[in-house]
C-alpha cells in the first residue's frame, strides 16, 4: 500500500471511530463510513432500525435481535440515496461479521479497511474468497 493510500485508510477510519461515538449500544460502538471517489457517500453506526428505543441491550446486557450492525446501516442508507456503493471502501471500527459480509458483497464494495477484529473472524474469511481487498489498520492508528 503506498503512503498516500494508508494516510486516507488512517484519516477515515479515524473518522469512522468519531461515527460510532453516535450509538448508544453500551457493549460495542462500531461506526462505518463508505467512502468512493474520496468522498462519504453513506455513514452508519450500530443502533436500532429508525422509529425504536435506543437501548440495543436487553435487561441481561444481551444485544436485542434486531440491532443493526454499522455496516448494515450504512449500506441500506446509501441504497436509499442516489449514490451506488459499487466499487467503493468501507471504513469499519470493527470486522464485520458473516451476515454484514454478504452485504457488502452484494453491494459491489471492493474494499473494506477496518480497525479491530471481532471475535468471530468468519466475515473477513468470506470477503478474502470473494476477491473482496481486506486491510487491517488496528494499532497503525
Known amino acids: 500500500m503506498n503512503e498516500?493510500?494508508?494516510?486516507l485508510d488512517?484519516?477515515?477510519?479515524?473518522?469512522?471511530r468519531i461515527?460510532?461515538?453516535n450509538s448508544y449500544c453500551q457493549r460495542r460502538q462500531?461506526?462505518?463510513?463508505?467512502?468512493?471517489?474520496?468522498?462519504?457517500?453513506?455513514?452508519g453506526y450500530n443502533g436500532t432500525p429508525?422509529?425504536?428505543?435506543?437501548?440495543?441491550?436487553?435487561?441481561?446486557?444481551?444485544?436485542?435481535?434486531y440491532v443493526l450492525h454499522a455496516e448494515a446501516n450504512a449500506i441500506t442508507k446509501v441504497a436509499r440515496s442516489h449514490n451506488s456503493s459499487?466499487?467503493?471502501?468501507?471504513?469499519v471500527t470493527a470486522?464485520?461479521?458473516?451476515?454484514?459480509?454478504?452485504?457488502?458483497?452484494?453491494a459491489g464494495?471492493?474494499?473494506?479497511?477496518?480497525?479491530?477484529h471481532y471475535r468471530i473472524m468468519d466475515g473477513i474469511e468470506l470477503l478474502e474468497r470473494a476477491g473482496i481487498e481486506v486491510v487491517y489498520l488496528g494499532d497503525d492508528i
Open 19 to 21: 461515527w460510532a461515538e
Open 109 to 116: 464494495i471492493k474494499r473494506v479497511v477496518y480497525g479491530e
Open 50 to 65: 429508525a422509529g425504536f428505543e435506543n437501548n440495543c441491550e436487553d435487561e441481561n446486557g444481551n444485544s436485542k435481535p
Open 4 to 7: 498516500k493510500q494508508k494516510l
Open 86 to 91: 459499487d466499487g467503493a471502501t468501507l471504513y
Open 30 to 43: 462500531v461506526g462505518a463510513l463508505l467512502v468512493k471517489n474520496k468522498m462519504i457517500i453513506s455513514d
Open 95 to 106: 470486522s464485520p461479521c458473516m451476515e454484514c459480509a454478504k452485504l457488502i458483497i452484494q
Open 10 to 16: 488512517t484519516r477515515y477510519m479515524r473518522m469512522a
